[in-house]
């Protein structure tokens, strides 16, 4: 097997090649002054299960192209099979037509993944369960709430004191999942309402008994405003701690400021997407999900 990284996280990709015992490929991304991208790879793949390490986070357009690139370079070279590991996966939220003359943006981008030769995709966490039915190549979906229970139980954050928050009505599966995880851990979960012109979020009601310490989790922090927006209701409702746990850290805009000086005590994400050293934040914590990836490319 040979395994490919493109530009969007070589940390990640380092840390899984080096928990499976191998080393990544070589593969040459040149930029031209225009901004275009040659991308080769190099090395006889002829035969070869080949894997590209490409998370479609932002810049979100640049890395899809790599990945394309990366899985035509391979096909074309002849090797047998690509697999795309897309801890990360761009435009999923956009996966239907919300107001009429939308495109489904999602559609389009698996379509060119598929065209472009990607014989079987491995992503994380997705935003809902209908993401994958998408594909018409094989999907495996991986998740870190095994990881966030591990930290949880680690940490001796019991049910007695304990409670599990999604900050929105969309994440209640995610949440019942790692209750059930965690001796059926106690949830609640938040209305939150978004003005789509601004993105601004409110976070309106909740539903179920707020305890002591909550423990937010969902699949993704953006802009922020969902995470940070759940917190004060939950402060103003009894928490006396809220700790905001997600897979993917997009981290946009104003988000590392946003959460540090919000009633969050502690952001916990995953590597699923690199945080470049300016997004870095005293209330971050970073969990790898290096080994779940290793474990499944062994499979
Ligand atoms: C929404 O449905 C997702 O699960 C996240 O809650 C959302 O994408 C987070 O976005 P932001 O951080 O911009 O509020």
Do not use: C
């Amino acid at each position: 097997m040979k395994i490919y990284a493109g530009s969007a996280n070589l940390s990640l990709a380092e840390a899984v090649t080096d928990a499976m015992g191998e080393t990544l490929s070589e593969r040459e991304i040149f930029v031209f002054p225009d901004g275009e991208r040659r991308v080769r790879v190099v090395g006889p793949v002829v035969d070869e299960e080949t894997v590209i390490i490409q998370p479609t986070s932002p810049p979100v357009d640049r890395h899809y192209l790599e990945l394309l690139f990366l899985a035509d370079g391979l096909k074309r070279s002849g090797a047998r099979s690509v697999t795309a590991v897309v801890p990360y996966l761009g435009y999923q939220r956009q996966d239907h037509v919300f107001r009429d003359g939308e495109a489904v943006s999602l559609d389009v981008v698996v379509r060119a993944m598929e065209s472009a030769g990607i014989d079987r995709f491995i992503v994380f966490d997705l935003h809902s369960v209908k993401i994958a039915e998408v594909f018409q190549r094989p999907v495996r979906e991986l998740s870190a709430l095994a990881e966030f229970a591990k930290l949880i139980k680690d940490r001796g954050w019991d049910n007695d004191e304990a409670v599990l928050v999604s900050p929105d009505m969309g994440g209640i599966r995610r949440i019942k999942e790692l209750s059930e995880m965690l001796d059926n851990m106690p949830y609640v979960t938040v209305v939150k309402d978004r003005d789509l012109s601004t993105g601004n979020v409110e976070a309106v009601s909740f539903d179920g008994e707020i305890k002591k310490r909550a423990i937010m989790v969902d699949d993704m922090i953006s802009s922020g405003k969902t995470m940070v927006e759940a917190a004060r209701l939950l402060r103003q409702n009894g928490a006396e701690e809220v700790i905001a746990m997600a897979t993917h850290a997009i981290f946009s805009k104003e988000a590392p400021e946003l959460l540090e000086n919000s009633l969050i005590s502690q952001v916990i994400v995953t590597d699923t997407v690199y945080v470049p050293k300016e997004k870095l934040f005293q209330k971050l914590g970073i969990v790898s999900v290096s080994g779940v990836i290793a474990k499944a490319l062994k499979v």
